[in-house]
């Protein structure tokens, strides 16, 4: 039981380029979240999705875009980066019955 | 959504019980009050929620004030391994986690 996984660990851009973070849960969780954490601050929620086919914005949405491709996988998109957009972001899944939510290990993002 | 207010950082010694507050004077009757903790360079873990009365777990206390207003997380006896940044945050709605900036917990050998 692995949990909530991530790939990349680390991943370096150039301004411009495009990428895709990847987010797996292996718990049957229905609701999956993606954050971001930039350096000294708490984690500001991206997107969200509460169930397979649905996905909704939170705090800080422009500039990305989510899939959530069944109900394990939830990918979070960066079109063209920008140096804003270095931080670590962290992919999340909720336990229902206490609201409980369980974070991946988080990619470390630099856009240069 | 609702707040939570916290001090910035505490600093407690090894083996010793340490007490970090929070304040949630607008938390409604339904809020949960949920606390994670993040170790250096790791996500967020989830140490334990409540909803009026105190709660324990392998892992801390929370003390819940009767007027709901205020709680406080208890590490009963605290190890190197507990130096981390604390999270109190109320569950609203559509269970979307609202972080603060946390209390950075340091502990001395």
């Known amino acids: 039981n692995a949990g909530v996984t991530q790939t990349p660990k680390f991943q370096v851009l150039k301004t411009g380029q495009s990428m895709t973070l990847q987010c797996a849960q292996d718990?049957?969780?229905?609701?999956m979240y993606w954050y971001r954490q930039d350096p000294g601050m708490g984690l500001r929620l991206i997107y969200y999705?509460?169930?397979?086919?649905?996905?909704d914005k939170g705090e800080v949405p422009n500039g990305y875009n989510v899939s959530r491709l069944n109900k394990r996988e939830f990918s979070l998109r960066l079109e063209s980066a920008a140096p804003s957009q270095t931080s670590v972001y962290f992919c999340?899944?909720?336990?229902?019955?206490?609201?409980?939510?369980?974070f991946g290990p988080g990619t470390r993002l630099t856009v240069l | 959504d609702a707040k939570t207010t916290q001090p910035n950082s505490m600093e407690s010694n090894e083996e010793e019980p340490v007490h970090l507050p929070c304040n949630h004077s607008?938390?409604?009757?339904?809020?949960?009050i949920h606390w994670y903790r993040q170790l250096p360079s790791q996500g967020p873990e989830y140490v334990i929620h409540?909803?009026?009365s105190n709660v324990n777990n392998r892992m801390a206390s929370l003390a819940i004030a009767e007027d709901r207003k205020s709680s406080t997380l208890i590490l009963h006896r605290a190890t190197l391994r507990d130096a981390a940044v604390y999270y109190c945050?109320?569950?609203?709605?559509?269970?979307?986690?609202?972080f603060g900036q946390g209390t950075r917990l340091t502990i001395n050998p």
């Open positions: 607008t938390i409604s009757g339904t809020d949960y």
């Open positions: 999705s509460a169930s397979e086919g649905t996905t």
């Open positions: 999340a899944s909720r336990f229902p019955s206490t609201d409980t939510q369980y």
């Open positions: 718990m049957n969780h229905n609701s």
């Open positions: 409540g909803l009026t």
């Open positions: 945050i109320l569950i609203v709605g559509a269970q979307k986690l609202v």
